[in-house]
């Protein structure tokens, strides 16, 4: 499980004050299409000009297969660009339907390359009326940064990208601040299928020639990036797009407890070796058999995996994490960068984690005001219990704001069960940010905040990912079963609360919000918490209350 530093302002911040002041701003929904090698995808998102995010609405994909160019000229097929043209067409009408108000389009590699690259996208103006931008390889390379950095939290630790593409693949060095190396080599998975595999399974020579000119192809690349690397420094590997996705699934379908969403899903470089291994004896129609690829991700799946494991060997990675977010989402994060959305990429980024859980309190209808109360009591007791009621040294505090933010969001499904359909949105709901464990853990913190105790059986214990993430799991949702506890009506009627504590006892007075305001309520209601409270922590718990002086 990552290590999350804890952030004293997770509420109350200003930033959390502007946003409550006009949560009601309209949405802006704005389209974006990349014109790839493989494929063409078209991406329609919903952007929060309060929140400063955005929501993927519609997700599409077409292999359109640009980049089978004519072998002798190197041209763009008339039938490739055709297939592009009705994809296109498709596309233009799907975002209107979705009354987008602006629809950016991207081309890459292969309309890049091709000596009729420029009369392509002349044709796509004039029979669409679509402008696309051409864009270099640096500049895609500077994209997927910013889709990669709408989606991970980075902190201030230092990111490797690596994008594997059908006729180029991007190396990108970065952090939460900036990209301090950004790389576009020629060496894709289609190209390389094309260019070199006539026959299969390769034969051990043809495999050894394949992984030297990767290894050539990369290492001016490698060679940067390396330079850009301060000493002592440990980056984290992240890969994304389609090969990528697709080793993923392949690798994901292996596990135990298969992960629902594979951004955030940790590979390590052994894992890719024996997947590499079984690829290269597989058959073409051997692998167009395996389910998690379609027909055309079988066909150039062995050259991508190469390049994976290949760049993984040369700069000694053991481990990397998927991103479902890339160049598409890197077109979104760009116009809300050039339309004044956000004023800089570094506040999105430093940010991302709270915007994403007060998307989803929006998104599901939860009481916002009663969740923030909540939140700040149990943030309140976690500050000054370290010691008797956990022990946990920072990363738990950000996990226990979410749950807190989102503990209710299941009760307009069955009030009597919420705390179970809490679970089941979150856990299904994108928080972005957050690794794959600690979602996990932050659903199943709202999950147990109330009724039973987590039991072997339940799916939402068995599906955490070792004892430290239960036990931080068991202390967190203790406190925010007592801090729910104090917040029973729906007006706030307890101003603050005050904490002592020792190695026996805490002890909880309760101040009321006006003079002659009986907490009676809150007192037996966190009262009734002291059985569990003894049984996990062995302290007893009392409970007083004052009325406000004010």
Same mark, same amino acid.
């Given at each position: ?67 089978? =160019? ?47 690259? +420029? ?32 989606? &991970? ?19 990108? +060095? ?16 289609? =190209? ?14 043809? %495999? ?19 330079? =850009? ?52 004896? &597989? ?22 995996? +190469?390049?994976?494991?290949?760049? &993984? ?14 160049? %598409? ?222």
């Amino acid at each position: 499980m990552s290590n999350v530093e804890p952030s004293s302002s997770i509420v109350d911040t200003e930033d959390l004050m502007e946003l409550r002041s006009s949560l009601k701003e309209d949405c802006r929904n704005v389209g974006a299409i990349d014109i790839g090698t493989n494929s063409t995808h078209l991406l329609v998102a919903s952007v929060d000009p309060l929140l400063r995010t955005f929501r993927v609405d519609l997700a599409e994909k077409s292999t359109t297969r640009l980049g089978e =160019r004519d072998p002798d000229t190197g041209e763009l097929t008339q039938v490739a660009m055709d297939r592009v043209f009705d994809t296109l067409n498709r596309y233009k009408e799907l975002a209107s339907s979705h009354q987008v108000e602006q629809l950016v389009i991207a081309a890459t590699s292969a309309v890049r390359e091709a000596p009729n690259g +420029l009369f392509f996208l002349e044709k796509i103006k004039e029979k669409l009326d679509l402008h696309v931008d051409l864009i270099s390889g640096a500049e895609e390379a500077r994209l997927i940064y910013l889709g990669v950095l709408s989606g &991970m939290s980075f902190g201030e630790k230092q990111h490797l990208l690596l994008d594997i593409g059908g006729g180029s693949t991007e190396l990108v +060095l970065a952090d939460g601040r900036d990209a301090r190396a950004l790389t576009s080599t020629r060496v894709g998975a289609v =190209r390389l299928q094309r260019d070199f595999i006539k026959q299969e399974p390769l034969s051990s020579q043809r %495999r050894h020639f394949l992984q030297t000119f990767i290894q050539g192809s990369l290492e001016p690349a490698v060679d940067k990036v390396s330079r =850009r690397l301060r000493s002592g420094e440990n980056p984290v590997m992240v890969a994304t797009s389609g090969t990528a996705m697709a080793i993923g699934s392949l690798l994901a379908s292996q596990e135990d407890n298969r992960p629902l969403k594979l951004h955030g899903f940790l590979i390590s470089k052994s894992m890719v070796d024996e997947l590499v291994e079984k690829l290269l004896l &597989m058959t073409p129609e051997e692998r167009r058999k395996i389910p998690q690829l379609n027909e055309r991700r079988s066909e150039i799946i062995v050259p991508g995996a +190469l390049i994976l494991q290949t760049t &993984m060997k040369m700069l000694n990675i053991n481990e990397l994490v998927l991103s479902e977010r890339a160049l %598409r989402e890197g077109l979104i994060v760009d116009w809300m960068l050039r339309h004044g959305v956000l004023e800089d990429r570094f506040n999105f980024q430093s940010s991302i984690r709270q915007r994403t859980v007060l998307h989803q309190a929006q998104r599901f209808a939860v009481a916002r005001e009663r969740s923030e109360r909540v939140a700040k009591h149990a943030i309140t007791i976690y500050d000054n219990t370290f010691g008797t009621l956990h022990h946990d040294k920072g990363v738990g505090r950000e996990l226990l704001w979410a749950a807190a933010m989102l503990h209710s969001c299941g009760q307009h499904i069955n009030l009597s069960a919420y705390h179970k359909h809490s679970w089941y949105l979150i856990r299904h709901g994108e928080l972005l940010g957050y690794s794959q464990s600690e979602h996990l853990m932050v659903a199943a913190i709202a999950r147990y905040h109330r009724k039973s105790l987590p039991k072997k059986r339940h799916e939402a214990w068995q599906s955490l990912s070792g004892r430290e993430d239960r036990k931080i799991v068991a202390e967190m949702a203790l406190i925010l079963r007592m801090a729910t506890a104090i917040d029973r009506r729906p007006e706030p009627v307890v101003s603050s609360i005050n904490i002592y504590s020792d190695s026996s006892q805490v002890s909880i007075q309760l101040v009321s919000d006006k003079p002659n305001q009986s907490l009676s309520l809150e007192e037996w209601s966190l009262m009734n918490t002291s059985g569990i409270v003894k049984d996990l922590t062995g302290v007893d718990l009392e409970v007083k209350s004052v009325r406000s002086d004010k």
